[in-house]
């Protein structure tokens, strides 16, 4: 079975710093995809950033880095400089490749403070 | 480009009433579509997925029923709305594996 853990419900960060959000997953596959979603208060679903498994490079996007552990299964998502427009939930999604479904964490929910 | 669309926005409806959300894409062929349900401040819960024309998968037994009458077209329905199916409704799409979903903007949904 493919699950997705979230363990921090809920995150604060100041202005301008750094917080990182943790997610780890279990999964007997091999190939395999990895996105952080970010959900502002207007509910829509923003991808923020993508892992290949296959790939040891972790991706960065701007602000936005991750450190994909592939042996310890976690993908925790780093959030440089942060911004109030970065206040939001944030979904760990994994795709096992050829199951044609996503599995999502519960979220964590981030609040950014001025 | 690709473009999701969902409607409507915000639904009430009172309890034993129909139900129909409608999703529709733009721009790409025979994706994998998705209904997600999710309930305030929580995660998204998988409600049916489909691959192709007439192509349906339910994840999890309830009153919701969902069609996929076109390439591009996907239908959420229930005959009798209870009021536990009150919630926030997300239809998205997906290319070839490994691609990221795209979501629509939501059906907000409350059940009087």
């Known amino acids: 079975a493919q699950t997705v853990t979230q363990s921090q419900p809920e995150m604060s960060v100041q202005e301008a710093e750094t917080v990182t959000l943790s997610c780890t997953y279990d999964?007997?596959?091999?190939?395999?995809?990895l996105f952080w979603y970010k959900q502002p208060p207007s509910r829509q679903m923003i991808l923020v950033i993508r892992?290949?498994?296959?790939?040891?490079q972790n991706a960065t996007e701007n602000r936005f880095s991750v450190n994909f552990q592939k042996a310890a299964k976690s993908f925790s998502l780093k959030i440089s400089d942060s911004q109030l427009g970065d206040t939001a939930m944030y979904f760990c999604?994994?795709?096992?490749?050829?199951?044609?479904?996503?599995?999502f964490g519960s979220g964590t929910k981030l609040n950014v403070k001025p | 480009s690709q473009t999701i669309h969902q409607w409507p926005a915000t639904l009430v409806q009172p309890v034993g009433s129909p139900l129909s959300l409608e999703c529709t894409v733009e721009?790409?062929?025979?994706?994998?579509l998705y209904w997600y349900r999710q309930a305030a401040g929580r995660g998204l819960q998988l409600l049916f997925y489909?691959?192709?024309?007439?192509?349906i998968s339910s994840e999890v037994p309830q009153n919701l029923s969902a069609s996929r009458p076109q390439d591009r077209q996907f239908i959420l329905s229930s005959k009798k709305l209870l009021l536990s199916d009150s919630g926030f409704y997300l239809c998205?799409?997906?290319?070839?594996?490994?691609?990221?979903?795209?979501f629509g903007d939501g059906t907000r949904l409350s059940i009087l």
């Open positions: 999964t007997s596959e091999n190939n395999y995809y």
């Open positions: 999604a994994f795709d096992p490749y050829n199951f044609n479904k996503f599995y």
């Open positions: 998205a799409w997906s290319g070839t594996p490994s691609q990221p979903q795209h």
């Open positions: 892992q290949e498994a296959y790939k040891q």
């Open positions: 489909s691959v192709g024309i007439g192509q």
């Open positions: 721009g790409t062929s025979n994706p994998n």
